[in-house]
Structures are given as C-alpha cells and as structure tokens.
C-alpha cells in the first residue's frame, strides 16, 4: 500500500499489536503469521523476527512455516486489487483476450503489482458470477459482461484513482 507504507518502529509496534491482541487460547507461529496479514496484509520481515521472539522459536522456524502458505505474501500489495477471472464460464466468453489486454495496460506480465504498485492483479479461477461472464473484480466488486473497451475504461479509473 504506497500511501500506507510504515516506517520500521511504526511497523514493529503495528506487527507486536496484531500479534499480542490474538483472542484465540492458543497463539501459534501460524496464527500470529495469519493476524500480521489480516492486519498488514503481508508478511514483512520484521514480522518474522516479532514472531520468533513471541513465540520463542527461531526466525527458521517461522520461515519454515510461513513459506509452506501459498496465501502468505511477503511484499506489500498495491493500494487497489485487480482479480480477474480465468474460470470456465469467463474463459469461454473471451476472458483471455481480456487478461491481456489488462496485463498491457497495467504492464505486468501474469500475477503481481504494477510497477507504481497501485494495482495487484491477482488471477481467479471463479468469481462466483460466472452468469455475467467474462468477470473481473477490483476491490472485490464485480464488473461483468466485459469487453475491451469496459476494460480499458476500467482500468483507466483504477490507474486515476
Ligand atoms: S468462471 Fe468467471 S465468474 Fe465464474
């Protein structure tokens, strides 16, 4: 999150509060990893040296168990998130031309951040309004029946915004 980026005390105090105020009995590595990126959404290093401290295993440790997550990301999102929608349904009506047409206009190649990083473009394989296909969503709200012109007008007020 450009706007949002946290200086190092700022978000070591961020990380130990989402860590400390976990209201399950049991706090685990995995549980603090999960409420750092409920909060922050993402893992960033610091994150890691507070868990290994609250948890009172090694920095290994908690590497180990944060790099068999796929759902754990280490690099901050972009500010807005793109999901576009590969599933059947949306495939079939001509998602793919689509996709392209979204990877060109924000120049990123598969999934990932923009370079400016206001946008994560992040691939589903169902939206769940596969009767609007083809689908995108930013933000979670969806955008359906989409063709080229949608796209680039899309993605022309996510870049403004
Ligand atoms: S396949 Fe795209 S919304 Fe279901």
Not at 1 to 26: A, F, P, V
Not at 50 to 55: M, N, Q
Not at 123 to 138: E, H, K, N, W
């Amino acid at each position: 999150m450009t706007d949002n980026i946290l200086d190092s005390d700022s978000l070591r105090s961020s990380i130990n509060e989402s860590i400390s105020n976990q209201k399950r009995s049991t706090v685990t590595v995995l549980s603090s990893l999960l409420a750092v990126q409920d909060s922050l959404h993402y893992i960033p290093d610091e994150a890691i040296e507070e868990i290994a401290s609250f948890c009172k295993v090694t920095i290994n440790d908690v590497w180990s168990v944060a790099s068999f997550y796929t759902n754990f990301r280490f690099t901050p999102p972009g500010d807005k998130t793109l999901d576009v929608c590969w599933g059947p349904s949306c495939h079939i009506n001509g998602a793919q031309k689509l996709i392209t047409k979204a990877h060109d206009l924000l120049d990123i190649e598969g999934e990932g951040e923009s370079s400016d990083n206001k946008v994560t473009l992040r691939y589903s394989t169902c939206l769940g309004a596969c009767a609007q296909s083809p689908v995108f969503a930013i933000d979670h709200k969806m955008f359906g029946k989409l063709d080229e012109g949608k796209v680039e007008t899309l993605i022309d007020t996510l870049k403004k915004e």
